[in-house]
């Protein structure tokens, strides 16, 4: 949603429900094809924020792994 908003896409909320349904990943390559004729109209100051977001998904997610692996270790 936060690219949604940031290109200026009416409907962001609808785009990003669009975008994560179905298990084949249609939703998001209709999302993607809306997408391409924009361009982001971040300032500065929100790209630095959307990066903070970013990285702390990625610590999450590598935190998340870890311990999936070693509960899968454990059993």
């Known amino acids: 949603m936060l690219d949604a908003k940031s ?3 009416k ?3 609808f785009w990003s429900l ?3 349904g ?5 939703g998001l390559l209709l999302y993607l094809f809306a ?9 500065p100051a929100e790209v ?3 990066l ?3 990285r702390k998904i990625y610590c999450l997610l590598a935190v998340l792994f870890v311990l999936f692996l070693a509960f899968a270790a454990i059993i």
């Open 35 to 43: 997408r391409r004729k924009t361009t982001s109209l971040m300032k």
């Open 18 to 20: 669009i975008a994560t």
């Open 48 to 50: 630095e924020k959307f």
């Open 7 to 9: 290109r200026g896409i």
């Open 22 to 26: 179905g298990q084949n990943g249609g």
């Open 11 to 13: 409907n962001p909320k």
């Open 52 to 54: 903070q977001l970013k």
